[in-house]
Nanobody
Framework: VQLQASGGGLVQAGGSLTLSCVAS????????MGWYRQAPGKQRELVAT???????NYADSAKVRFTISRDNTKKTVYLQMNSLKPEDTAVYYC??????????????WGQGTLVTVSS
């Protein structure tokens, strides 16, 4: 099982980016999916999560400006980020709770995609 994140880049403050993360390999069922971020010198922190049924949870810093969504047919989770601020600069990681085939589920992480917001 692999998670491949993409969509990061350099954007000016006030701009927008959409991150994507697709699960591949032996994926029987994808349960919850989420996005985390880690800024330089800081610990990794929650951005948003979404359940298989579409229930969402956001960090206070992501409420209003960010939207998490998923396409179950594509095994993909998205993070739409609007009104970006320099403090949103971080490496963004996706994760997913995945059943790889009848042996229970495990948490998998993507490789991270860098988002840089210039002032």
């Amino acid at each position: 099982v692999q998670l491949q994140a993409s969509g990061g880049g350099l954007v000016q403050a006030g701009g927008s980016l959409t991150l994507s993360c697709v699960a591949s390999g032996r994926v029987f069922e994808v349960n919850s999916m989420g996005w985390y971020r880690q800024a330089p010198g800081k610990q990794r922190e929650l951005v948003a999560t979404i359940s298989s049924g579409g229930s969402t949870n956001y960090a206070d810093s992501a409420k209003v400006r960010f939207t998490i969504s998923r396409d179950n047919t594509k095994k993909t989770v998205y993070l739409q980020m609007n009104s970006l601020k320099p403090e949103d600069t971080a490496v963004y990681y996706c994760n997913a709770d995945i059943d790889a085939g009848g042996l229970g589920s495990s948490l998998y992480w993507g490789q991270g995609t860098l988002v840089t917001v210039s002032s």
